[in-house]
């Protein structure tokens, strides 16, 4: 394939979870190109609301920490079971769309997602805050773990002429997210002075979403599928693994990011409203690396530098933002955001450069996702844990030095000019 053709198809490539239904799944019913629009205004704004529950617990983690009086151990779980349940619930949402149809799941999982952010900072009458939390935090990991499975396919199957326009506008919404998270909560907790106030924010803008995706996603009538049995068998491809580990490796950092990056700030002595200023400009620039990052690496007859690369980026930016100077805080956050945006981006192109066919490619995702976002938490679990024994974050810039640069030599053999199935 030349290389303008696969840098085009790569930069518009979204893996559909219905792949494998039989008969295949009908498009979105809309009654005109009014209706379309709704549809991807509906589609966009859900993935708006899929990384603030990440970044705005972080924002203010030091005060939620204070203020209920968690325990070492619960903030160690609030902080990894979003994610873990990410890989937990991702093989669940193609049986659940065959069965109800993506877009009914897609309702429920955001009605979940609303309510989890509605719960976790409410005060149960004599337990705290802690049950709430804990629950509230579960659930909303698991909707968006759903949501993360279902929205590429919707997107790759309702917009087939506009794969450009919309696969941009969803990922960069997925990223904005984060960034929104990271920014405003802290500056809400500091005008209202309860951070409960700060987390009970976010509950709107998934609450609106909800409501705007209700009247269209009752409509849909969804008929009896069945799943195919053919296809290459991933799990039993040594290629498939390099890419998974590839994946393991960049969610772990990616994840701690998001969990932990604010709290490391704060540390050092930044004060809230910078950290979280600092953490979005990361982010903004996680945006600009998962943009031109794809493209780049198509261009490439193999992806083994640019994987290299961008691992060591990662690695390197986090433990520089934990104990290089903090004079230059914002130059290593901000190579940080640029290596974790590609680093991300060309993991996740891997699936369509090392696999033949749609089908591949979607089990490719599935394992990856199961796989990656379930063993990824355990980048969180070990930052929250160093943490707690050794009493600073140090040490867990000592880890991801090593995380990057395990991820460089698994990205190194997941570069290969190689297909999975031969």
């Not at 529950?53 to 203010?60: I, T």
């Not at 939620?64 to 990410?86: E, F, Q």
């Not at 640019?306 to 060591?312: G, P, S």
Request: with cysteine.
């Amino acid at each position: 394939m030349p290389a303008e053709r696969r840098a085009k198809d790569f930069r518009t490539a979204l893996v559909d979870a219905e792949v494998d239904d039989v008969p295949a799944a009908e498009p979105t019913r809309i009654g005109s190109r009014r209706g379309l629009a709704y549809l991807g205004v509906c589609l966009v704004l859900i993935g708006l609301n899929l990384r603030t529950v990440f970044s705005s617990f972080s924002a203010v983690l030091p005060e939620v920490t204070a203020d209920a009086g968690l325990p070492g151990w619960a903030v160690v779980v609030l902080t990894t079971v979003p994610v873990t349940l990410l890989g937990v619930f991702a093989p669940l949402a193609p049986v659940l769309a065959r069965r109800f149809g993506a877009e009914r799941v897609l309702l429920g999982a955001m009605a979940v997602l609303t309510a989890g952010l509605l719960l976790r900072p409410l005060d149960a009458a004599g337990a705290g805050h802690l049950p709430a939390l804990l629950a509230g935090t579960a659930a909303c990991g698991a909707a968006v773990s759903l949501c993360n499975v279902l929205l590429p396919g919707l997107v790759k199957r309702d917009f087939p002429h506009h794969l450009g326009l919309m696969g941009g506008l969803y990922t960069t919404a997925i990223c904005a997210s984060a960034a929104l998270g990271a920014g405003f909560t802290y500056p809400v907790y500091t005008t209202t002075g309860e951070w409960t106030a700060a987390l009970w924010l976010w509950a709107v803008p998934a609450g609106v979403v909800l409501l705007l995706f209700l009247p269209l996603a009752l409509r849909q009538h969804h008929g009896r599928h069945q799943q195919a049995a053919d296809g290459v068998n991933v799990w039993r491809s040594a290629v498939a693994w390099q890419v998974t580990v590839f994946m393991v490796l960049q969610a772990m950092m990616s994840f701690s990011v998001f969990a932990w990056l604010a709290p490391i700030l704060r540390e050092r002595g930044v004060d809230g409203g910078t950290a979280g200023l600092i953490v979005s400009a990361s982010i903004v620039l996680q945006m600009l690396g998962s943009l031109f990052a794809p493209a780049l690496a198509a261009r490439f007859r193999d992806q083994r530098a640019i994987n290299t690369v961008v691992a060591l980026m990662t690695g390197g930016g986090f433990a520089l933002s934990i104990f290089g100077p903090l004079q230059l805080i914002w130059l290593w956050t901000g190579l940080l955001g640029l290596g974790q945006g590609s680093l991300t981006a060309v993991a996740l192109t891997m699936i369509m450069l090392r696999t033949r066919d749609g089908h591949t490619a979607a089990h490719l995702s599935g394992m990856m996702q199961g796989v990656g976002y379930g063993l990824g938490s355990t980048g969180t679990l070990m930052v929250g844990q160093l943490h707690q024994s050794t009493g600073s974050f140090t040490a867990a810039g000592v880890l991801f030095l090593a995380v990057g640069s395990l991820a460089a030599v698994f990205g190194y053999r997941a570069g290969r000019n190689r297909f999975i199935g031969g």
